[in-house]
């Protein structure tokens, strides 16, 4: 893990001050959906190319969030300090579109991508529910965050994420229900691609909790996802999985710029 001395701080424009790697925790629910592929590479930057599940067949990730913490504890200032060390924002709401992608592979023949690519997920959308969480998302990685009316809720049978419309976007409605069997416990390293001045930047993110996955469908899952973005993305609406965690932790590295020759 990287210590507070290998930390970089970094000031917003609206005032706060973050550290990275930026740690977070918070509770999630998703769903992946199968999509097709051409119309997901309409929307990819050079460089990636959509994860092959099947001749012409990719997928997208649907993910409600609901930050518990954004940035590091509260450390309270000793004698003789300047003041306290808080970093970091108030927590928010987020819902993700994130299309997993390959970045260096040269075949689409789904299983032979993952030989010879590297795997990770790029973020289409993501609307949030303040002015500060958009900040950081575009100042520092580049991520497609707008301020909107999202609301996740964690409850008993399953996560529930609301995206108001607003003139130019239909509402997003999702109900995605627990996974039958329960959380255990995961550790796993992703990276996440976005753009950012004109160029493709990856960043790595590390996610430890106890997540429970499901394979399927199931009954509590209602998917009501505005035409113009199934059209878009090209989805099917019979979801692939679905996760779930109550209390996930994730530390986001600070985004690195990648050109097509590496």
Known sequence: M??????????????????????????????TLPARRDRLAAILPDGLSPLAIAPGVGCVAL?????????????????GA?????TGLDPYDEFAVIVPAVRG????????????????????????TTEPSVALGRELWGFPKEVADVTVTDGPGGVRVAVAGDGAREPVRLEIAHPRFGPKPRDWTLWSYTTKDGDLLRAKARIAGDVAIGVGSATGTRLD??????????????????????????????????????
């Open 2 to 31: 990287t210590t507070v001395d290998e930390r970089t701080r970094r000031r917003l424009s609206t005032g706060h001050v973050v550290e990275l790697p930026l740690d977070l925790s918070f509770a999630m629910g998703g769903v």
């Open 63 to 79: 993910v409600g969030i609901r930050y518990h913490r954004v940035g590091r504890e509260v450390e309270q200032a000793g004698d």
């Open 82 to 86: 300047d003041g306290a060390a808080e």
């Open 105 to 128: 592979s040269r075949t689409d023949l789904p299983g032979a991508q993952l030989a010879g690519g590297e795997v990770g997920g790029y973020v289409h959308w993501l609307p949030v």
């Open 225 to 262: 996802v505005p035409s113009g973005l199934a059209d878009e993305l090209g989805l099917w609406r019979r979801p692939l999985g679905r996760l779930y965690g109550s209390s996930v932790r994730a530390r986001l590295f600070a985004g690195e710029p990648i050109g097509d020759d590496e």
